[in-house]
């Protein structure tokens, strides 16, 4: 922990931008979209465990250059995450906070390499609704804020 207030501002300053940079390009943020669809659950076993997906499709506002709206589908996983978005209703608008996940396949005949993407639902909330800071990353939620370095109180400060 630096000792002096020039340090401690610039350790601040490499704790967040490192953060950034460990997050860039995964979690990203749909802001102003519009529910177009929600789709049944799917379920899929993998041994002795099952797997549910639920699928909502959202309609994105047009930009400058768009001559059709933008069409995305988001992927809900978790239990909790899945509940939350069901109780969405079709037409709602919402800021939709989604990591990208990616991978690789390989077709053992060809030797083709397949890469899949998805994007997986961790926040939403609703355009003009009520927002709840219980912690959850779910509907009305946001991801928590940077937690800031604590500066030590000792009086070794000049002034």
């Keep these: 922990m630096p000792s ?3 340090s401690y501002l610039f350790y601040a300053y490499l704790c967040r931008i490192n953060f950034e940079i460990q997050n860039m390009g995964k979690f990203v943020k749909f802001e102003g979209v519009t529910i177009k669809r929600i789709r049944p659950i799917e379920e ?7 797997f549910r997906t639920l699928k909502i499709d ?7 250059y768009d001559k059709k709206p933008n069409v995305y ?14 109780e969405l209703q079709v037409g709602q608008t919402v800021n939709i906070g989604v990591d990208i996940r990616g991978n690789e396949w390989e077709k053992k005949e060809t030797g083709e390499i397949l890469v899949f993407n998805k ?8 355009v003009g ?5 219980d912690g959850s990353l779910g ?4 991801k928590p804020p940077l937690a800031e370095p604590q500066l030590e109180e ?3 400060l000049p002034f």
């Design 44 to 50: 899929r076993r993998a041994g002795d465990k099952t």
């Design 154 to 156: 000792k009086d070794d």
């Design 73 to 86: 589908q988001f992927e809900a996983t978790y239990d909790k995450t899945i509940k939350e978005v069901q």
């Design 139 to 142: 509907v009305g939620s946001t």
């Design 58 to 64: 959202v309609e994105a506002p047009l930009g400058q």
């Design 4 to 6: 002096n207030i020039a």
């Design 129 to 133: 609704g009520a927002k709840s800071n």
């Design 119 to 126: 994007l997986e639902i961790a926040t939403v909330e609703i």
